[in-house]
């Protein structure tokens, strides 16, 4: 089997214990070149570990690992060399420009002459930079570091690239701009491996690992994990008295999960059966106005969902 032909990154049952504490148990997944891999999770959950232990930066404390074919316990230098990586801190230095900063880590993967001269030119066009090329760092807004931490991270166009929640504390515009930034990384065949507790950021990755209290708990593409609800068993109720209606129908039998958003309720049945016995319930209790209707799961849906099963089976 050819390098093209092989995963970029194996997982077999990765584990990372701090102490008694276990951040990463058993995890195990693959990625293809030229994937968007999403790791989707609250904090906590494990996914920075796991990142960290994939650039070569913590060594497992069981299974194994490769990224692009070299070892993560043993090679750990060759991977560094040959990825990308961009923390969750902000890494690139405030008191020198935008351009400064590119030709420096430019200079530290190795560019020089016209190689650091067009890969410069690259990286200022693709993170839409040009009228801030000299600009210092710290007078940049939030979404301009975040595009310019990435592409400084792909100065020396690695094949695969990690990036840690990269779009904390920016603005759904600048969001916007940097996934169109991946997108078209993800399309010239870069594997782009991300960590966010995002779930809209989630739905644009090819697949998403869903990761819990150190466990990898789902693993699809984003279609695939919607369809764990059957048709018509996640239904929404709006009514004028919903915390009354969440009293009235929780304990009732075929009722999986009743979560409230603002005014509405997020109902998942144990089948589409039971929206009639939820109905006539949510009126007897004084709901006479509520309206309920079926509506598409989301990737939310699945997360709580899952969550729950995994803590509920951990109980018993």
Not at 149 to 160: G, Q
Request: proline share 5%.
């Amino acid at each position: 089997m050819s390098q093209a032909d092989r995963p970029a990154v194996v997982a077999r049952d990765i584990s990372k214990n701090f102490g008694p504490f276990v951040a990463v148990d058993r995890v195990s997944f693959a990625v293809a070149h030229g994937e968007i891999f999403g790791f989707l999770g609250s904090n906590g959950a494990g996914k920075t570990t796991t990142i960290r232990m994939l650039c070569g930066l913590l060594a497992p404390t069981s299974g194994a690992a490769t990224v692009l074919g070299f070892d993560v316990a043993r090679e750990a230098g060759e991977i560094k060399r040959r990825i990308g990586y961009m923390s969750q801190r902000f890494s690139l230095y405030f008191d020198l420009t935008v351009e400064e900063n590119l030709r420096f880590w430019g200079g530290t993967y190795g560019l020089f002459g016209r190689r650091l001269a067009d890969r410069l030119a690259w990286a200022i066009a693709a993170a839409e930079l040009g009228g801030e090329r000299r600009a210092l760092v710290r007078e940049l807004p939030g979404g301009f570091r975040q595009r310019l931490a990435l592409v400084a991270a792909l100065m020396h166009e690695p094949p695969i690239v990690f990036l840690d929640e990269p779009t904390g504390g920016v603005d759904p515009e600048a969001r916007r701009r940097f996934w169109d930034l991946i997108d078209a990384l993800a399309g010239s065949g870069t594997t782009v491996f991300v960590t966010t507790h995002s779930m809209d950021e989630a739905e644009r990755c090819h697949r998403v690992a869903l990761m819990h209290a150190g466990r990898l708990l789902a693993l699809d593409g984003v279609p695939a994990l919607k369809r764990i609800f059957p048709p018509g068993t996640v239904v929404e109720v709006a009514c004028s008295r919903p915390a009354q209606a969440v009293a009235a129908i929780e304990r009732l039998p075929g009722i999986e999960e009743v979560a409230l958003f603002g005014e509405r309720l997020r109902v998942v049945l144990a089948s589409a059966a039971e929206t009639a016995d939820i109905a006539t319930r949510i009126r007897e209790a004084g709901c006479a106005d509520a309206v309920i209707a079926p509506v598409e799961p989301t990737l939310e849906d699945v997360f709580i969902h899952v969550i729950a099963a995994a803590e509920g089976a951990a109980a018993q």
